[in-house]
């Protein structure tokens, strides 16, 4: 019998931004999440669902709520989320509603799409962090696990510290 998939869902955020030309900003694309499993040569099985392409900044209460409809109806109890990381821990709050799925938030600093970028190793702490914990809403960034309700990002520092 193989394991539950993981279910991987996109948000958004710097971990998928894009220079779309040399004249343009960074905007959310395509999701990258597929793509940097299959270069790692991830075997567990998972599944993406792409629900938003935005900057966290600009998530809404009703993308929150979105969001929390989306994990809670999910089938399985292992989700990773890919999240902007200035509002990250404001998700986590409204996910903390949803009972007996291990939940974990990740991003990055510069987007995968860059060579010199965290997502990828973001990604795989996330990935393995929801194989491992309990049941709970937690953030894997920097090398760290956090739960949700007791991490804060430092922006001076460009990372995430425990409150």
Excluded: C
């Amino acid at each position: 019998m193989s394991p539950e998939p993981i279910a991987i869902v996109t948000t958004g955020g710097t971990i998928d931004k894009a220079y779309f030309d040399s004249l343009s900003t960074y905007q959310v694309g395509e999701t990258m999440v597929a793509s940097l499993l299959r270069v790692a040569r991830v075997t567990h099985p998972f599944k993406v669902v792409e629900l938003l392409r935005k900057d966290s900044l600009e998530l809404t209460d009703d993308d929150r709520e979105q969001l929390r409809a989306t994990v809670a109806g999910i089938d399985s109890h292992r989700v990773v989320i890919t999240h902007g990381t200035d509002t990250m821990t404001d998700s986590a709050a409204v996910l903390a509603t949803i009972p007996g799925k291990t939940i974990v938030l990740t991003g990055a600093l510069a987007p995968a799409r860059f060579a010199e970028s965290d997502a990828t190793f973001n990604l795989g702490m996330a990935f393995a962090a929801t194989q491992t914990l309990a049941p709970g809403v937690y953030i894997a960034m920097n090398g760290q696990v956090f739960r949700g309700d007791a991490v804060r990002k430092d922006r001076q520092q460009g990372q995430f510290v425990s409150r």
